[in-house]
């Protein structure tokens, strides 16, 4: 990303600029008026939509937490495996 000030004569820092950058991911990024005129939805189908949309991500969201976890379950049992086995490695 670049972002050019526009500047005359090289004066960076001479005058002050706000930039508000806004990102918007998953249901909140998509363009509802543009989807409701492409499928002619009414606005109680469109609420619909955009719930279903929510709930979509919502459902990603949890199935890679749940992966996450599953991984780091994983990885502690692993870890007192190693650990048990060290333990028994310097008391014998």
């Not at 009414?42 to 969201?61: I, S």
């Amino acid at each position: 990303m670049v972002i050019d000030t526009g500047a005359p004569n090289g004066n960076i820092g001479q005058e002050k600029r706000t930039v508000v950058l806004q990102i918007k991911v998953g249901a909140d990024a998509k363009d509802y008026d543009k989807v409701a005129t492409e499928q002619a939805l009414g606005p109680l189908e469109l609420e619909m939509k955009k719930l279903e949309d929510t709930m979509v991500q919502l459902n990603k969201e949890m199935m890679f937490i749940r992966a996450r976890e599953a991984a780091m379950r994983d990885t502690n049992g692993t870890v007192i495996i190693t650990l048990t086995l060290s333990i028994d490695g310097a008391v014998c």
